[in-house]
C-alpha cells in the first residue's frame, strides 16, 4: 500500500510546487516593470471590460502582455473596480501599478484659460479649440463668461463648460454688486458688466482701472457722453475681434447702438467679459474730478479734469502716435 502512497504523495508534491512556481512567474510578470519610456496617457472609453481595457493598455505601450494583465487584475479581486477615463501612467509602470492607476479615478486634468477681455466669439473658438471637449454649444452673451482658468476632463461638454462659466460669473458679480459703493450711476448688476467691460477694454494697465471707472463714472453722472473706442470697434465688428487697424474719423460717425460718441449712456450690452479686477473698479471705482483720459504713448493714460488739458493731452498723443 505504502508503494503506491509514496508516488500519489510525490506527484502532488510536484505539482503544487509547479503550481507555486507558476503562481510565483505570474505575479513576478505582474509587477514587473513594463515598457514604457516615459508617462504615457491613455483613455480608456466608458462600459470597456478586462480584455478591451487590457488590449488597450497593450496598443498604447503601457503593458507587454495582455494575458498578465487579465488574469492579474481577476486573481486581485479589482476587475470590477478599474474605472474608464484618460490616465497618465508613469514610466516603467508594471500592470499591477497600471491597475492602481485605474482603480485610483484620479483622471488627467486638462486647463482651460479665458483671458480678461475676450469676447465670446472668441472664448467660442478657444472652445472649439481645446482638445479633449466633446460636443456643441451655441456662443455665449457676451459678458456672461467669468474669465479664469477652467479644469475638465476628457470627454466633458462643451455645453457643460460653459454653464460653469456663466454660473461662475453670475455667482461673482452677485457678490460684488452686494459690496458696491454708494452714489453708483449704475441701476443694476448687469449696468455693472456693460462698464466693467469698457473699463477691461480701455486699459490692461492694474493700477489704472479704478481711475478709468472714476472717469466714466463721473461721465454718466454729469449726463456726458462716454466717447470710449472701444465700443466703436464692437459695434463695426460684433465682437469678432480686435479690428486690426486704427479707428477712423468716419469709424467715430458710424450710427450704432454701441457707438458711445453718439449715444449718451451705456451701450445696450458688454462689448466683452471682463474680469473681476474691472467689475471692482467699477464697483468701488477711484474718486476723482477727472473726466478725460487719452494714451501717454508708454501703454498707459494721461488724466484730465478740463476740455482744455485734455486737448493738450491728446495732441502729445497724436505727435507721439504720427513719430512727430
Known amino acids: 500500500m505504502r508503494r503506491f502512497i509514496l508516488p500519489i504523495l510525490t506527484f502532488f508534491v510536484l505539482l503544487a510546487l509547479v503550481a507555486g512556481g507558476f503562481i510565483a512567474w505570474g505575479y513576478l510578470?505582474?509587477?514587473?516593470?513594463?515598457?514604457?519610456?516615459?508617462?504615457?496617457?491613455?483613455?480608456?472609453?466608458?462600459?470597456?471590460?478586462?480584455?478591451?481595457?487590457?488590449?488597450?493598455?497593450?496598443?498604447?505601450?503601457?503593458?507587454?502582455?495582455?494575458?498578465?494583465f487579465r488574469l492579474g487584475v481577476r486573481l486581485s479581486g479589482v476587475d470590477k473596480a478599474l474605472k474608464a477615463g484618460e490616465y497618465a501612467f508613469p514610466y516603467g509602470a508594471s500592470a499591477k501599478v497600471a491597475a492602481e492607476v485605474l482603480i485610483s479615478g484620479k483622471t488627467v486634468v486638462h486647463r482651460l484659460t479665458v483671458a480678461e477681455g475676450l469676447t465670446s466669439v472668441e472664448v467660442f473658438d478657444l472652445l472649439v479649440a481645446a482638445g479633449r471637449?466633446?460636443?456643441?454649444?451655441?456662443?455665449?452673451?457676451?459678458?456672461?463668461?467669468?474669465?479664469?482658468?477652467?479644469?475638465?476632463?476628457?470627454?466633458?461638454?462643451?455645453?457643460?463648460?460653459?454653464?460653469?462659466?456663466?454660473?461662475?460669473?453670475?455667482?461673482?458679480?452677485?457678490?460684488?454688486?452686494?459690496?458696491?459703493?454708494?452714489?453708483?450711476?449704475?441701476?443694476?448688476?448687469?449696468e455693472a458688466l456693460i462698464l466693467a467691460s469698457i473699463v477691461e477694454k480701455e486699459t490692461g494697465v492694474k493700477d489704472e482701472r479704478g481711475r478709468v471707472a472714476g472717469v466714466f463714472i463721473n461721465r454718466l453722472s454729469k449726463d456726458m457722453r462716454l466717447q470710449s473706442d472701444p465700443t466703436v470697434v464692437y459695434g463695426l465688428n460684433e465682437g469678432e475681434g480686435p479690428l486690426g487697424r486704427a479707428l477712423s474719423r468716419a469709424d467715430l460717425k458710424v450710427n450704432n447702438s454701441y457707438n458711445t460718441y453718439l449715444i449718451k449712456g451705456l451701450p445696450p450690452g458688454p462689448i466683452c467679459n471682463p474680469g473681476l479686477a474691472a467689475i471692482k473698479a467699477v464697483l468701488n471705482p477711484t474718486p476723482t474730478d477727472e473726466l478725460y483720459f487719452v494714451a501717454d504713448g508708454n501703454g498707459g493714460h494721461v488724466f484730465a479734469k478740463t476740455l482744455e488739458e485734455h486737448n493738450r493731452n491728446a495732441a502729445k498723443w497724436r505727435k507721439i502716435r504720427d513719430g512727430g
Not at 60 to 66: E, R, T, W
Not at 136 to 152: A, C, K, Q, R, W
Open 29 to 68: 510578470q505582474y509587477t514587473k516593470p513594463g515598457p514604457t519610456i516615459a508617462e504615457t496617457t491613455v483613455y480608456i472609453p466608458q462600459g470597456s471590460g478586462v480584455e478591451s481595457i487590457a488590449d488597450t493598455l497593450t496598443q498604447a505601450g503601457v503593458i507587454a502582455d495582455p494575458l498578465i
Open 133 to 190: 471637449l466633446e460636443g456643441s454649444f451655441d456662443v455665449p452673451l457676451e459678458g456672461s463668461i467669468l474669465p479664469e482658468t477652467y479644469h475638465y476632463s476628457y470627454g466633458d461638454s462643451r455645453a457643460d463648460l460653459v454653464e460653469r462659466m456663466v454660473k461662475a460669473m453670475d455667482k461673482r458679480l452677485t457678490g460684488l454688486w452686494a459690496q458696491r459703493a454708494d452714489g453708483l450711476p449704475l441701476k443694476s448688476p448687469a
